[in-house]
């Protein structure tokens, strides 16, 4: 009896070391899987972030383009603004000049 009890365990079955192998094979696969998903979870959600960049980036290029134009009008409104007080201001010379002012 002493010697069923200390005996060496068997060793596996060809089958049994094929189906450990394959078992260890498919768990490998399911973790390759998932860190898949993971992933592609991480590059979707990139994607988002891009194309909601993109979408800031064409709103705020809308928005400088209309402000640029905004600041050419005031410019050319002060330049005119300008040029009518230099012949307001002739204008008054002038007239001070003509009646002794």
Do not use: C, F
Request: charged share 30%; proline share 3%.
């Amino acid at each position: 009896m002493y010697a069923l009890k200390h005996r060496p365990p068997l060793q596996d079955t060809p089958i049994e070391a094929a189906t450990k192998r394959l078992n260890a094979a498919l768990d490998a696969l399911a973790d390759a899987l998932e860190r898949r998903r993971d992933m592609d979870r991480h590059q979707e959600a990139l994607l988002a972030q891009l194309h909601a960049l993109g979408n800031d980036r064409a709103r705020l290029a809308a928005e400088l383009d209309l402000s640029q134009s905004q600041v050419e009008e005031v410019a050319q409104v002060s330049r005119e603004v300008m040029r009518r007080l230099d012949v307001a201001m002739g204008t008054i010379r002038d007239v001070l000049a003509t009646h002794g002012g």
